[in-house]
Structure formats: C-alpha cells, structure tokens
C-alpha cells in the first residue's frame, strides 16, 4: 500500500514510476512494483464478481416470477378480476 492521494491504496512508489512488466529495461519503482496486476487481482476481480452474481440472481429471481405469475394466470377467476376484465375490453377496442 502506498498513497494515492488522501487515501491509501496499492499503488506504485513514487506515483510517476515505470513498472518493470510494461517497461523491463527502465523500471524505477521502489515500492509498489506491478501494482496494478494486484489492484487487479484484489480488488477489480471481487467488484466484477459481486456484480456478476447480483446479475445472474437478479435474472433468475425474475424469471421465477415470471413463472408463477404465468402458472397463477389459470388459476385465476375471470368474473373476479378486474384486471381480466379490462384486459378483454381493451383488446376488443383494438
């Protein structure tokens, strides 16, 4: 860790040096060598994670949804729901 601004932050030191992957030959870091494959592997791979896996659950708990509200549909009582009812009048206006 190293400062990178007000906070600190896996960063090279000093802030302006080359890293040793991208420039072999010049590189002059003290500390904080490659510090962007750990910024990387430490901290982008687990936001992109979490993101994934918010994604992926968020699609299957719609699709679950969608399915019981499909299943219900036969279920449900026309003479009842006044939803049926104005779904029918709409669609004969069409």
């Known amino acids: 860790l190293n400062p990178a601004g007000p906070w600190c932050w896996i960063a090279p030191y000093p802030s ?3 890293d040793s992957r991208r420039y072999p030959d010049e590189a002059n870091c003290e500390r904080g060598d490659n510090a962007w494959i750990y910024r ?3 901290f982008y791979s ?5 993101l994934l896996v918010t994604t992926v659950c968020t699609i299957m708990v719609a699709r679950k949804v969608y399915r019981v509200d499909q299943t219900s549909l036969k279920y449900r009582r026309p003479d009842l729901s006044g939803t049926l ?3 029918k009048q709409d669609t004969e206006d069409l």
């Open 16 to 18: 302006d040096c080359k």
């Open 40 to 42: 990387w592997a430490f």
């Open 46 to 50: 687990m936001v992109w994670t979490c």
């Open 85 to 87: 009812a104005m779904d």
